[in-house]
């Protein structure tokens, strides 16, 4: 919105610097100028950047995750991507991110790799002014040795570098797990799985696969989605996935939910999103 006002400052600079300097030293000048304003603004907006923040990981007992974190996955989420998880503070965003997944990188060359780990967002914690609690097995993951990764443990809290990226279960589709509370056919939450790629579910209406109506769940915490009255008979989900430039999806799963749901059941929706 203030790109006018930017412009004919700018004109006037130009103008002002063409009667103050030689022409060719001042084609240099703007030249140089132009790609130093080029490289702010790719900077500015780039969404594959890494990012500086600090990581830390969890006490002993979690070698893998937890079995207790705030998105609501169980023990699921203690051994989900082969137990490469962590916790995080701000980009927890509510619960939205989790099932996200993030290259995180410890910046010492001394002991670490250039590729470091790739985690899936599991729970919600800080510790030390830290961006990610990372399970024992992907902070060590981040090191170039067994040895490198007894220092880093060693350290406690290490600076990192991260970026957002595609998350890839192979062979997997979308899966939603009945919540052990629900309770047939009063209550219903359930808590998503496999969610590929690096869009977030943002919305979840279940629809009456006959009549199509509708009713919009709401997120009681983490990936847990939860109604009271759920519609009746075999259902259908339909579920909002957002980008992180603004373009929404509506993605409606091939398999239905059957009308016998039960407590503690998974269901496979047939789909996946991988973009």
């Known amino acids: ?58 006490p002993n007992s979690y070698e893998n995750g937890t079995d207790t974190g705030r998105c609501g ?37 001394h002991y ?23 399970s024992r097995r992907a902070f060590g993951r981040m090191a170039q040795t067994t040895d490198a990764a007894a220092s880093l443990m060693a350290l406690g809290v290490v600076d990192v570098e991260y970026k957002r990226v595609s998350c890839n279960y192979p ?21 998503v799985w496999y969610q590929q790629g690096r869009r977030d579910i943002t919305a979840v209406h279940l629809c009456e696969t006959q009549n ?11 990936a847990v989605w939860t109604t009271t009255s759920p519609p009746n008979g075999p259902l259908s989900l339909r579920m909002l996935f957002s980008e992180e430039g603004g373009d929404e999806t509506w993605v409606v799963p091939v398999n239905d939910i059957p009308n016998d749901w ?10 996946q999103v991988n973009s």
């Open 171 to 191: 062979n997997k589709n979308i899966t939603i797990k009945i919540d052990e509370s629900s309770d047939h056919p009063s209550y219903m939450g359930f808590v």
């Open 1 to 58: 919105m203030h790109y006018p006002l930017i412009s004919f400052a700018f004109l006037v600079f130009v103008l002002f610097m063409l009667m103050m300097v030689p022409t060719l030293q001042f084609l240099l000048f703007l030249s140089g100028t132009l790609l130093f304003m080029q490289t702010l603004a790719e900077a500015a907006t780039c969404s594959d950047c890494f990012i500086h923040s600090r990581a830390a990981y969890y």
């Open 212 to 222: 199509f109506a509708c009713k919009v769940l709401d997120r009681s915490y983490g």
């Open 112 to 134: 670490c790799t250039d590729k470091g780990v790739t985690i899936v967002v599991t729970d919600h914690g800080s510790s030390h002014n830290t961006d990610f609690i990372l």
């Open 262 to 271: 039960k407590a503690g059941q998974t269901y496979d929706t047939g789909v």
């Open 73 to 109: 996955y169980g023990s699921f989420g203690a051994t989900l991507n082969g137990g490469d998880v962590s916790a995080v503070s701000d980009l927890y965003r509510d619960g939205v991110g989790c099932g996200a997944c993030y290259q995180v990188r410890c910046t010492d060359s």
